[in-house]
């Protein structure tokens, strides 16, 4: 019930052990969830003592125990698919890709086999991880290097936003190989041609 989960979340403050303890009932772990992400201030800058709760319990969960793609699909188990699960699917997922302490493992196993169709509704948030991903793939790899499907996984839902974002990033910083550059000055010509000119200058 709503008032288990609010006393689960409330008595888990600063207290790992019980944290842990609920984590290991799914039906538990996802119903006070659900609570804290419904209550944590998300859109409030003014804290209360519920919101340190909720923001403490969502961020334990985050760091400590999330270890792999397959441990969000536990936690949103008890997730239906009305508007409000939705809604706070998709606030855990940006507070979670935006905390700097999370296990950048799971960041790049998110992309594997169906992890993000089994967490599902993941168009409004898959952005944050994409850039992510991107960010690593440009820094360590070697001019001229890199395709589109090296840069972008295939079968994911996106906005073309997305897409031109990480290609003209890759562009500027010149990673992208003829093959990319090809594709990215046909795709998005109009990006390609703003960038181009910048950079002859």
């Known amino acids: 019930s709503a008032k288990t989960s609010e006393i689960d979340v409330m008595n888990s403050y ?19 969830l659900f609570y804290a992400l419904d209550n944590c201030g998300f859109e409030d800058s003014a804290k209360t003592s519920k919101s340190d ?6 961020d334990y969960i985050s760091v400590f125990l999330i270890k ?33 302490l999370v296990d950048n493992y799971v ?3 998110i992309f594997e086999e169906d992890a993000l169709e089994n967490i599902g509704d993941y168009e409004e948030w898959v952005d944050i991880p994409l850039r992510m991903r991107a960010k690593e793939i440009i820094e360590r790899s070697k001019d001229g290097s890199l ?12 906005e073309d936003y ?11 910083e010149n990673k992208l190989s003829a093959e990319g550059i090809a594709y990215f000055s046909e795709k998005f010509n109009k990006k390609f041609l703003m960038l181009s000119r910048i950079k002859s200058r």
């Open 107 to 109: 960041i790049s196993a």
């Open 162 to 172: 997305i897409q031109e974002y990480i290609l003209a990033w890759a562009f500027e």
């Open 147 to 158: 395709s589109c499907d090296d840069l972008i996984p295939k079968n994911i839902r996106m």
């Open 68 to 100: 792999k793609p397959i441990d969000l699909i536990y936690i949103f188990s008890g997730f239906g698919c009305g508007k409000k699960d939705k809604l706070l699917k998709s606030r855990f997922m940006k507070m979670y890709f935006s905390n700097y």
């Open 14 to 32: 600063r207290n790992p052990k019980l944290t842990q303890s609920i984590w290991r009932s799914k039906e538990r772990i996802s119903s006070a």
């Open 53 to 58: 709760a909720c923001n403490y319990f969502i």
